[in-house]
């Protein structure tokens, strides 16, 4: 099994542009999640999905948004960059909310915005 | 609120042990994670604790205090490779579907 697949690995943005970072799992997890994580600041989640047509704001939502059109993709859009949101993103999964079910997280987007 | 706090950075010396404390404020609780990153890497879960005592895992024990919000990470045995950043996550029991909320991380630096 992959696990969680991010893509891409590393982008520079200007300020004001658009795109999109990819985020796929193959583990059937209903559970998906967006953080960024800050030089010493650890890790904020942006937002999550509970399963395939639904998502929710998590404590840094704005300047992004997230769709969930099938178990597998949880796409994280940024629509104007701004130099905040140079940042490492994470996606990462979940079997359940509940127990001993850890999160299997994706090897990261390192994103620059100048 | 939810507040999760760790030290910020540690150094410990190849072969001793070192604990890494966590304290946190939820207003619900169900269960506590310790999760290992190496630099430019991403977090790599180590344990789970939802009752009160002493996970132990290999060269690696977490425990946990609910009465007291507190939770110790143990390394026994401190290899060179063990140098990575500890991150500890709640996951708050009264808010419905919120994922986990991390702490900032403790930096552990194994030094020979």
């Known amino acids: 099994n992959a696990g969680v697949t991010q893509t891409p690995k590393f982008r520079i943005l200007k300020i004001g542009q658009s795109m999109t970072l990819q985020c796929a799992q193959d583990?059937?997890?209903?559970?998906m999640y967006w953080y960024r994580q800050d030089p010493g600041m650890g890790l904020k989640l942006i937002y999550y999905s509970v399963g395939a047509g639904i998502t929710d704001k998590g404590e840094v939502p704005n300047g992004y948004n997230v769709s969930r059109s099938t178990t597998e993709d949880f796409p994280l859009r940024l629509e104007l960059a701004a130099p905040s949101q140079t940042s490492v993103y994470f996606c990462a999964s979940s079997y359940k909310r509940e127990g001993a079910y850890g999160y299997t997280f994706g090897s990261g987007t390192r994103l620059t915005v100048v | 609120g939810q507040n999760i706090d760790q030290p910020t950075e540690m150094t410990a010396t190849e072969g001793a042990i070192v604990q890494i404390n966590c304290t946190y404020q939820?207003?619900?609780?169900?269960?506590l994670f310790w999760y290992q990153q190496h630099a430019g890497e991403a977090p790599t879960f180590l344990s789970y604790?939802?009752?009160?005592g002493l996970e132990e895992k290999g060269r690696f024990s977490s425990f946990l205090s609910r009465s007291k919000g507190y939770s110790y990470l143990l390394l026994k045995e401190l290899q060179m490779k063990d140098s990575a950043s500890y991150l500890c996550?709640?996951?708050?029991?009264?808010?419905?579907?919120?994922?986990?909320?991390f702490g900032k991380g403790t930096r552990l630096s194994v030094i020979a």
């Open positions: 996550a709640v996951r708050d029991a009264n808010s419905g579907n919120t994922p986990l909320v």
């Open positions: 583990m059937n997890h209903n559970y």
């Open positions: 604790n939802v009752l009160d």
């Open positions: 939820t207003s619900g609780f169900n269960g």
